[in-house]
């Protein structure tokens, strides 16, 4: 009989039962054989599951160690990498510290920061201002908030001029941005180059009919400190920004530009965020391993990642102060003052503070112009106010400022209105029963909705 442990026949399919073989003297399997042409071929793993492997692999040094592209891993390695031309395919990514020069808070810098300067709201806590869910039952403070935020003036800093530098010199891939504020538009950017992750305060739809709305219409109604309200005749919406809330999916387009830009990257800036917001946070983990990494903040944030199950969802973060770190650089400055020295090293500052200057100037201009223009149709805006004060009835669209939002007449959408009358005799049966089908609370939720001068009204 044939020694099987000498031929080193294995047994994929656990066939223990060799008596058939035995008696045959035959040392062939041809079950097993033929199952194992049967098998089905395994499934192509996605890019996900390949890059957690390949991250885990280097971990544990199943890998050889990346080649380092820089020359020194420092900001004057990335500025020789840049004006050497040996990067084509840059991305940046920003958060709110690169808009704080312009005037505009960030969120969480303690004293100055919007999550600090909320007392006045009572919020359950800091984010639900951002909360989708806390919008819908209250859009009072988000407005509040917002209100100087979509009526200032605000221009573009160094940084994003900067942005638009690499733009311009044809290096630029994609820049993502955390940011709302659209100063990336007046910055020049091209669109098609913008990701804007979280949305922009640039339009606005109807939460119940979905009609837009742009946003020189709801900076009229915030200047009258009111609630942009739906319009159309039967409908009585609360207009929301197109922005992303807390609770909300990030844009289709998100996702598809994280796959197809950060696997060709060859150089990343981050500039002015905590990478404390998911899944913004970890796009830095998904460049190829040899690709340089330039963060430039006023804190070191974002440090290598210590605890197993965090590494293998959001992936390691940056080695800034480990040994074998060949491409993390960290400049502590300020988004400006680090965009700066930059341009300075790579030999464009001259011409970034050039355009700065040239760019502020056109601002201030149409700023002063648009200034001009609101002065003169005031006069003509508080005549028409004078004429309907009088006029005691509601427009749908209009909540007076004067009126306390409990006494406010109700307003119902018109769809709702037909279905109430046909229904009357029903709902006058329920009710004389002791029973209703009204949610104890939801006069009071609409009642917040509305907003007052107390509420807009409130010291900066």
């Keep these: 009989m044939t020694d099987f442990k000498s031929e080193k026949i294995t047994d994929p ?9 035995e008696s045959s003297g035959s040392t062939e399997l041809p079950q097993a054989v033929s199952k194992n042409k049967d098998k089905k071929p395994e499934r192509e793993l996605t890019k996900s599951e390949l890059f957690l492997r390949e991250y885990m692999a ?14 020194t ?9 840049i004006s050497e031309g040996k990067v084509k395919k ?21 004293g100055t920061g919007v999550y600090y300067n909320l007392d006045q ?32 003036n605000y221009k573009p800093t160094p940084c994003h001029y900067f942005i638009r530098m690499l733009a311009e010199k044809g290096v630029l891939l994609r820049h993502f941005t955390q940011n709302i ?34 946003n020189l219409w709801i900076r009229d109604c915030l200047k009258r400190d009111e609630i942009p309200k739906c319009t159309l005749e039967c409908c009585t919406g609360t207009i929301r920004p197109d922005t992303v809330f807390f609770g909300e999916p990030l844009p289709k387009r998100f996702s598809e530009l994280v796959d197809q830009d950060f696997e060709q990257c060859d150089l990343l800036i981050v500039l ?58 960290f400049l502590e400055s300020a988004c400006d003052d680090g965009c700066t020295r930059l341009a300075e090293l790579i030999g464009w500052k001259d011409e970034l503070t050039n355009l700065v200057a040239s760019e502020h100037a056109r601002l201030d201009k149409e700023f002063l112009e648009e200034a001009q223009k ?71 939720k609409k009642q917040q909705t509305k907003l007052s001068t107390k509420h807009m009204k409130t010291k900066k």
Aim: proline share 8%.
């Design 181 to 214: 504020d659209g100063l990336e538009r007046v910055a020049g950017i091209d669109p098609d180059l913008l990701m804007e992750a979280h949305g922009s305060n640039q339009v606005g739809h109807c939460m119940e009919c979905s009609k837009k709305y742009t």
């Design 90 to 110: 840059v991305i940046t990514m920003a958060g709110a510290g690169i808009s704080t020069s312009a005037g505009i808070p960030d969120f969480r810098s303690k």
């Design 272 to 329: 002015g965020t905590s990478l404390k917001v998911q899944p913004f946070a970890s796009l830095i983990i998904k460049v190829p391993e040899e690709t340089p990494r330039l963060y430039i903040n006023l804190e070191k944030n974002a440090s290598e990642a210590k605890h197993p199950l965090t590494i293998l969802v959001f992936g390691g973060g940056f080695k800034f102060d480990d040994e074998d770190n060949y491409r993390d650089v």
């Design 73 to 81: 891993v420092n900001l004057e390695g990335v500025a020789k990498l």
């Design 374 to 444: 609101e002065a003169t149709e005031l006069p003509t805006q508080m005549s028409h106010q004078l004429s309907i004060k009088a006029d005691t009835k509601v427009p749908p669209n209009q909540i007076p400022m004067k009126t306390n939002p409990r006494e406010s007449p109700k307003q119902k959408p018109c769809h709702t209105e037909k279905k109430a009358e046909i229904s009357k005799a029903t709902i006058t049966s329920v009710s004389a029963s002791g029973s209703s089908n009204q949610k104890p609370g939801n006069d009071k």
């Design 13 to 21: 399919e656990n066939v223990s039962d060799h008596s058939d073989i």
């Design 121 to 152: 709201f009572n919020l359950p806590d800091p984010q639900a201002l951002f909360s989708i869910s806390y919008f819908k039952e209250n859009p009072v403070p988000y407005y509040t908030v917002r209100k100087e935020l979509l009526l200032g």
């Design 58 to 71: 280097r971990a544990l040094g199943l890998r050889p160690p990346p080649k380092q592209v820089l020359s």
